[in-house]
């Protein structure tokens, strides 16, 4: 059970354009979806806190407007990368919380983008 | 701001021994989690085990054990009978509201 996946698993981009994760919680419904940022060789990056139905909640020192976050469901958030840059280029991984469940957060597989 | 210190970048065990990882955090919180996290090659974050706070007694998961000392804000994790498949990069965390953060991670190394 508390199965996370992500889509696409790898992307390449041009600079310029948009890109879109998804992240599904499987077989759980999730109160609360996160994302981050791995660079490569360090550690997770915590960029934002998405709750089903309101705005994310980003954390300081990141671009609300390059990186919007839609949590439409209670087992889906996306992410979106907004004029993508190569320095945009990162390990993202979203995770989830299980509804009403305990503490942990369950982790999706990331997303490796490349903008060129 | 909460921040989470693994001293220790890289380590390395013989199959089968025991290795002891680090972490230390600081806090001004009373109530709060801690997590040890493993990232595979396949960087898949798996959870190892989590510790209450407020639970006096060390969490216990197989193999795989923790020394949480509260006041010395030290969680360090420990693992017997290492296998090959524990090899990863270890990253321990720090709960509160919700949300974690991260230390740096420590390379686990086990050799045959």
Not at chain 1, 71 to 91: G, I, K, R
Request: charged share 20%; aromatic share 12%.
């Amino acid at each position: 059970g508390a199965v996370v996946s992500q889509h696409p698993s790898r992307v390449i981009c041009k600079s310029g354009t948009s890109v879109k994760i998804e992240c599904r919680s499987l077989d759980f419904q999730a109160t609360t979806m996160f994302w981050y940022r791995q660079f490569p060789k360090q550690s997770l990056m915590l960029m934002a806190t998405s709750n089903e139905g309101s705005k994310a909640t980003y954390e300081q020192g990141v671009e609300k407007d390059k990186f919007l976050i839609n949590h439409a469901s209670l087992t889906l958030s996306t992410l979106t990368v907004t004029s993508a840059h190569p320095e945009d280029s990162s390990f993202y991984i979203c995770s989830a919380r299980v509804q009403g469940g305990f503490y942990e957060q369950y982790f999706g597989p990331g997303t490796r983008l490349t903008v060129t | 701001a909460q921040t989470v210190t693994q001293s220790q970048p890289e380590m390395s065990v013989q199959e089968a021994e025991t290795v002891t990882l680090s972490c230390t955090y600081d806090t001004s919180e009373s109530d709060y989690y801690l997590f040890w996290y493993k990232q595979p090659p396949s960087r898949q974050m798996i959870l190892v085990i989590r510790q209450e706070a407020y639970k006096q007694q060390n969490a216990t998961e197989n193999r795989f054990s923790v020394n949480f000392q509260k006041a010395a804000k030290s969680f360090s994790l420990k693992i017997s009978d290492s296998q090959l498949g524990d090899a990863a990069m270890y990253f321990c965390a720090y709960g509160s509201n919700y949300k974690l953060t991260f230390g740096k991670g420590t390379l686990l190394t086990v050799n045959p």
